[in-house]
């Protein structure tokens, strides 16, 4: 059922039936790392290059979620998978080792949204009766593919973010898994652009696409914030959390409960600046701590609002602004 203008209220069930995440060695040094599945020693983890790396990640995390998912391949109706690098081929290359149908999805660090409101639609319309969704994203790759070379050792700035090294994966099922828990209700996101050029500031370009989507929910659900436990972005980093607050806080809506995956993942003593990033980012957090903090029943409602800017290497070296865009996904124990 629509409600609203960007809005869905899914009529028949979607469960979260299953979630894995696999991250690397810096990853699991962080504040998430006793609720990660697999944590690798090294990010290259015995392959030739971090692309490749990054596409085993992706296998695994796929693989990892249907083993607890307790479903056989031949199961499995649908792959929704996306990441960072040039033409999807993290999630498209992981998606040759499975048989079902696969679509590639994009929206940058918003992609585990795009794809869990996709997959509930496949779920809730009776289409299919498990769809998989994931992403993936590797520091070392995504440096290659957005900023520099390694090999330069060019210095950060305050404002940017370190990229995630880690894969998550949900498996959506018409039935209850361990967790019973239930997609209830989503909002798509538009395209925000506010002007912002810096490529190491992406927390400035995404707030205000967060704040967007955010208010939107709430107006066309008529529903107060504090109907949520936590209202969860992506990846905004602490200052984009701010930036969020101040936006929220200026519309009238004077929200206490926000939390941001990319500013809680790492620890203070990790030089990380405002905090995690990445297509992986927001996945493995939620197949990880998000997930248990449902099963042990600290939370009961969950708004999960994945971010992500819709910038390239070519479009920052062309000096043009940053469009973002955040969904929103709304969890519920059942």
């Known amino acids: 059922m629509k409600c609203g203008e960007r809005t869905y209220i899914f009529d028949n069930p979607v469960y979260v039936r299953s979630g894995y995440s696999i ?14 599945d697999k944590v690798l020693d090294n990010d290259l983890w015995g392959e030739k290059s971090y692309e ?33 690098l040039n033409e999807i081929v993290g999630a498209s290359f992981a998606a040759r080792d499975f048989r079902c149908a696969y679509m590639g999805v994009y929206n940058a660090c918003a992609t585990f949204g795009e ?10 319309s009776g289409f299919e009766k498990y769809v998989s969704c994931s992403t993936s994203s590797h520091f070392s790759t995504a440096e290659r ?43 798509i996101g538009r395209v925000v652009d506010m002007g912002v050029e810096d490529e190491s500031n992406m927390g400035g ?12 929910h709430l107006r066309q659900t008529k529903r107060d914030a504090n109907y949520y436990d936590v209202i969860f972005t992506g990846d905004l980093g602490k200052y984009g959390k701010e ?14 409960n926000l939390a941001d995956c990319g500013a809680m993942y790492y620890t203070g003593k ?59 996904v709304c969890l519920e124990s059942c």
Not at 64 to 80: C, R, V, Y
Request: aromatic content about 8%; proline content about 3%; overall charge neutral.
């Open 52 to 84: 490749r790396a990054e596409c085993k990640m992706h296998k695994e995390a796929v693989k990892g979620a249907m083993t607890k998912a307790g479903i056989e391949e031949n199961e499995l109706g649908l792959l929704l998978g996306g990441d960072l």
């Open 145 to 187: 593919q957005y900023r520099y070379p390694l090999e330069l050792g060019t210095q950060r700035t305050p404002t940017s973010q370190w990229t995630v090294t880690g894969a998550g994966c949900t498996i959506l099922s018409a039935e209850k898994g361990e967790f019973n828990l239930k997609v209830s209700a989503g909002t």
């Open 205 to 216: 370009a995404m707030a205000p696409a967060a704040a967007d989507t955010i208010i939107q």
């Open 115 to 124: 794809a869990i409101l996709l997959g509930s639609m496949f779920i809730s």
């Open 270 to 328: 990790q030089k990380t600046e405002q905090g995690g990033s990445g297509a992986g980012c927001a996945s493995s957090t939620f197949n990880s701590f998000i997930l248990q903090k449902f099963k042990c029943g600290d939370y009961k409602r969950v708004l999960f609002v994945p971010t992500g800017a819709l910038l390239s290497k070519d479009t920052s070296l062309q000096k043009q602004t940053i469009p973002s865009i955040a969904h929103a």
């Open 23 to 36: 991250v690397g060695k810096m990853e699991g040094e962080g504040n998430f790392g006793e609720y990660f």
């Open 243 to 256: 930036l969020l607050t101040y936006i929220l806080n200026d519309e009238g809506y004077l929200i206490k």
